[in-house]
Nanobody, 126 residues
Framework: QVQLVESGGGLVQAGGSLRLSCAAS????????MGWFRQAPGKEREFAAAIAWSGGITYYADSVKGRFTISRDNAKNTVYLQMNSLKPEDTAVYYC???????????????????WGQGTQVTVSS
């Protein structure tokens, strides 16, 4: 059974940084693509970043490119989202996600992911 547990959210001032963690069990993060999505109140869940299973190719939403970095630590079976230069519009619940074996993967599409964590709140004050 795949379980994803996010942590690291919190309240930060604009311009600050946070690092989110996604600890996986029942899944080796180096063997599967992993994604970070976010959902602000009253808005749809949107793509933030993803990392492929081979070669570590990364993908970013235009809104976070240059500020966020996705990475993974295979020894800890954990994926991270380093968020710098945070803005109030980054305020959202952030979710970690991964997909089941064999399914097609479109990094930006929530429907490409089958397993989700419970989310961690990030609040950026102005």
């Amino acid at each position: 059974q795949v379980q994803l547990v996010e942590s690291g959210g919190g309240l930060v001032q604009a311009g600050g940084s946070l690092r989110l963690s996604c600890a996986a069990s029942g899944r080796t993060v180096s063997n599967y693509p992993m994604g970070w999505f976010r959902q602000a109140p009253g808005k749809e869940r949107e793509f933030a970043a993803a990392i492929a299973w081979s070669g570590g190719i990364t993908y970013y939403a235009d809104s976070v490119k240059g500020r966020f970095t996705i990475s993974r630590d295979n020894a800890k079976n954990t994926v991270y989202l380093q968020m710098n230069s945070l803005k109030p519009e980054d305020t959202a619940v952030y979710y970690c996600a991964t997909k089941r074996p064999g399914a097609m993967w479109s990094p930006h599409q929530p429907t490409s992911y089958d397993y989700w964590g419970q989310g961690t709140q990030v609040t950026v004050s102005s």
